[in-house]
Structures are given as structure tokens and as C-alpha cells.
């Protein structure tokens, strides 16, 4: 299985965190929107696609990458993201992008969410919140995570 992350993280790191441990149990290179282009990713069997979350959305420089893709027929990708909130169940904030995946001709094989450290706005006077987030508990569900994927994807590549 050949695999590649897209990964924009720009405040704390966590979001690099998670997609570096994901890329290791992928054997995958991680690699920002900048780093790679369209006609590359054709060539993998699964890419990843992830950042923080920025009020409620994924952050632009990842959208705007998608959005430059052409529609064309892929193979499969994952979301996965990290937030100072938990994802709403009715509403969740990994599906915007998931959809734009969809119609650029992906096949979302699964999501991935976990808090992390913000510092946004108001949260930045008290210091932040969920200042030990990811934890070694959210490291270990994103390794779990990755893991199903291999497991998934390997199987059928």
C-alpha cells in the first residue's frame, strides 16, 4: 500500500503530532498542500487529508488545495483533524470536507478527530485550553485508527 498526508498545521503542532504517527504506521510521507501537486497523488493508494480546526472548519490552505484538484476518478483518502472541541455529532465538522473529497472523485474510507490544545481568541487570556491534548490516549486512538486503515486498504490494494 502506497500512501501519502496532507497535513496543515499551523498553531501548536498537534495536527503535525497525529499525521506524523499516522504516517508511521502508514509507511507514509507527510507533506503539506504546498509540497505536492494534483497529478501526484494519483499515484497513492490512499492520502490523508488533515489540520486543526479553525471556527468550526477545516483550515483554508487545506480546503483550498482540495478545491484546486480536478474531478477526476481517485482512490480512497481519510480525513482527520484536531480541535479544542469535539466534533458535533449532528453536524460534524469532518463532513464539508469529506464531500468536497467525495466530489472530487475520492472514496472517504473513514474520519478521525481529536482535541487538542487552542488557544484561540478568548482562550488565549486564560492560557488556552486542553493544554495536554493530544494525549497518550489520543495518540493511541489515532494509531488504532491508522492501523484499520492499513489493515482495510492493504487488503484490497
Avoid: W
Wanted: net charge positive; with cysteine.
Amino acid at each position: 500500500m502506497k500512501a501519502i498526508i496532507v497535513c496543515t498545521s499551523v498553531s501548536h503542532g498537534n495536527t503535525k503530532r497525529i499525521a506524523d504517527l499516522m504516517g508511521h504506521v502508514l509507511s507514509a510521507r507527510v507533506v503539506t498542500p504546498d509540497e505536492v501537486d494534483a497529478a501526484e497523488l494519483a499515484t497513492y493508494d490512499i492520502v490523508g487529508f488533515g489540520s486543526g480546526i479553525f471556527l468550526g472548519a477545516f483550515h483554508s490552505q487545506l480546503r483550498e488545495f482540495i478545491e484546486s484538484l480536478p474531478q477526476e476518478q481517485r482512490r480512497k483518502a481519510f480525513v482527520f483533524a484536531t480541535s479544542g472541541f469535539p466534533e458535533a455529532r449532528l453536524q460534524p465538522f469532518t463532513r464539508p470536507l469529506v464531500k468536497l473529497l467525495q466530489q472530487k472523485g475520492f472514496e472517504v474510507a473513514g474520519t478521525f478527530s481529536c482535541r487538542a490544545f487552542d488557544t484561540y481568541a478568548p482562550f488565549k487570556l486564560v492560557g488556552g485550553i486542553r493544554k495536554n491534548r493530544p494525549n497518550g490516549a489520543d495518540l493511541a486512538a489515532a494509531r488504532a485508527f491508522a492501523e484499520r486503515l492499513r489493515a482495510q486498504i492493504g487488503a484490497t490494494s
